[in-house]
T-cell receptor
Framework: AQKVTQAQTEISVVEKEDVTLDCVYE???????LFWYKQPPSGELVFLIR??????QNEISGRYSWNFQKSTSSFNFTITASQVVDSAVYFC?????????????FGTGTQLKVEL | DTGVSQDPRHKITKRGQNVTFRCDPI?????LYWYRQTLGQGPEFLTY????????KSRLLSDRFSAERPKGSFSTLEIQRTEQGDSAMYLC?????????????FGPGTRLLVL
């Protein structure tokens, strides 16, 4: 069975600090996708990034960057120069192809609090 | 492009009552997923549809739960004889199989509280 572990339950930083959210996954699939979603207090899950298991290039999007390392089964997320608006729960997820569908297995999330 | 919408956003009910939630996916998205999220946890898969066909159901989906997507567009999730343990956020997501590597786009969710 697939599993996603987000060991950090809660992280508190001061605005402008850099912060890294860890994600470790387990799967027997050779082809899979990894995702990060943001869940602000309103509750809606906001898609941030999708990464194919065959593409280990790191990606940067503005203040966000992602480090995918297949050798350690990790897909970590870094926010540079954090802002108060980054405060949210962040979920890492792994897709599993079952009978044609691609259901997501989520970690338990990391609550990020960015304070002034 | 209109996002996924869910109705109602909040529902309070008494134990034993039936409730029904609706999800309207992004237009032309042929796959629709339902997830349940309890406090402090990540969302857990319940079921998914490709067009109008329900192709997989989780063991979490007891006999009291039923989902439909009659015309391959909107979907409903009904819970009969609600129990306090059903209190959770119910999330709907949609995607299209035409894109390489599905990205599921989520709605705002329906928060259910069973008293």
């Amino acid at each position: 069975a697939q599993k996603v572990t987000q060991a950090q339950t809660e992280i508190s930083v001061v605005e402008k600090e850099d912060v890294t959210l860890d994600c470790v996954y387990e799967t027997r699939d050779t082809t899979y996708y990894l995702f990060w979603y943001k869940q602000p207090p309103s509750g809606e899950l906001v898609f941030l990034i999708r990464r194919n298991s065959f593409d280990e290039q790191n990606e940067i999007s503005g203040r966000y960057s992602w480090n995918f390392q297949k050798s350690t089964s990790s897909f970590n997320f870094t926010i540079t120069a954090s802002q108060v608006v980054d405060s949210a729960v962040y979920f890492c997820a792994l897709s599993e192809n079952t009978g044609g569908g691609n259901k997501l297995t989520f970690g338990t999330g990391t609550q990020l609090k960015v304070e002034l | 492009d209109t996002g996924v919408s869910q109705d109602p956003r909040h529902k309070i009910t008494k134990r034993g009552q039936n409730v029904t939630f609706r999800c309207d996916p992004i237009s032309e998205h042929n796959r629709l997923y339902w997830y349940r999220q309890t406090l402090g946890q990540g969302p857990e898969f319940l079921t998914y549809f490709q067009n109008e066909a329900q192709l997989e159901k989780s063991r979490l989906l007891s006999d009291r739960f039923s989902a439909e997507r009659p015309k391959g567009s909107f979907s409903t999730l009904e819970i009969q004889r609600t129990e306090q343990g059903d209190s959770a956020m119910y999330l709907c997501a949609s995607t299209t199989t035409r894109a390489t590597g599905e990205t599921q786009y989520f709605g705002p969710g329906t928060r259910l509280l069973v008293l």
